[in-house]
T-cell receptor, first 115, second 110 residues
Framework: DAGVIQSPRHEVTEMGQEVTLRCKPI?????LFWYRQTMMRGLELLIY????????DSGMPEDRFSAKMPNASFSTLKIQPSEPRDSAVYFC?????????????FGPGTRLLVL | GQNIDQPTEMTATEGAIVQINCTYQ??????LFWYQQHAGEAPTFLSY????GLEEKGRFSSFLSRSKGYSYLLLKELQMKDSASYLC???????????FGAGTRLAVHP
């Protein structure tokens, strides 16, 4: 299995620009998660989807952030406009079912730097 | 804030044993996870405990005490490649909403 795929792996942009991060979950996984990791705040859940439907977006920091999952094999996280404080590593993860013991499999992450 | 706490950094010697502690506070407990994260890489699953006691997986073991809100990860026969961050996490609210600790950065030296 290819695992969770994310693109781009690195992104450097200027404040005010739109940033789009992409994720392809593991085939057959019904749950997709977007996380953000920073030194200050650690690993935080932003939003997660079940069968392409957003279930909990309470972790999305503000309206500048939006996420979509148009089909079972693709999701995007968009930041518009971007700000320097958005600099972080953004991880996408997927899991098979909604059981508490179900493991989440993480993608390699996108390292975002907003100048 | 997150009700999960673990030490920020630890150091240990190759071949030794190290214990990484995690304390948490949550209602509706649904188990506790440990993930390993090497620098610049994604977190990878290590263990999941839902019942009290010790679970062993090769060189790594994980312990849980639900009454004390306490878990630890035990790493034996440390190797240089074990240098990484170790994150504990619990499911909150929905089954799949994981709350992560800040992580413990472990440095293994010769």
């Amino acid at each position: 299995d290819a695992g969770v795929i994310q693109s781009p792996r690195h992104e450097v942009t200027e404040m005010g620009q739109e940033v789009t991060l992409r994720c392809k979950p593991i085939s057959g996984h019904d749950y997709l998660f977007w996380y953000r990791q920073t030194m200050m705040r650690g690993l935080e859940l932003l939003i997660y989807f079940n069968n392409n439907v957003p279930i909990d977006d309470s972790g999305m920091p503000e309206d500048r952030f939006s996420a979509k999952m148009p089909n079972a094999s693709f999701s995007t996280l968009k930041i518009q406009p971007s700000e320097p404080r958005d600099s972080a590593v953004y991880f996408c993860a997927s899991s098979l079912i909604a059981a508490p013991q179900e493991t989440q499999y993480f993608g390699p992450g996108t390292r975002l730097l907003v100048l | 804030g997150q009700n999960i706490d673990q030490p920020t950094e630890m150091t240990a010697t190759e071949g030794a044993i190290v214990q990484i502690n995690c304390t948490y506070q949550t209602s509706g407990f649904n188990g506790l996870f440990w993930y390993q994260q090497h620098a610049g890489e994604a977190p990878t699953f290590l263990s999941y405990n839902v019942l009290d006691g010790l679970e062993e997986k090769g060189r790594f073991s994980s312990f849980l005490s639900r009454s004390k809100g306490y878990s630890y990860l035990l790493l034996k026969e440390l190797q240089m490649k074990d240098s990484a961050s170790y994150l504990c996490a619990y499911p909150s609210g929905g089954y799949n909403k994981l709350i992560f600790g800040a992580g413990t950065r472990l440095a293994v030296h010769p």
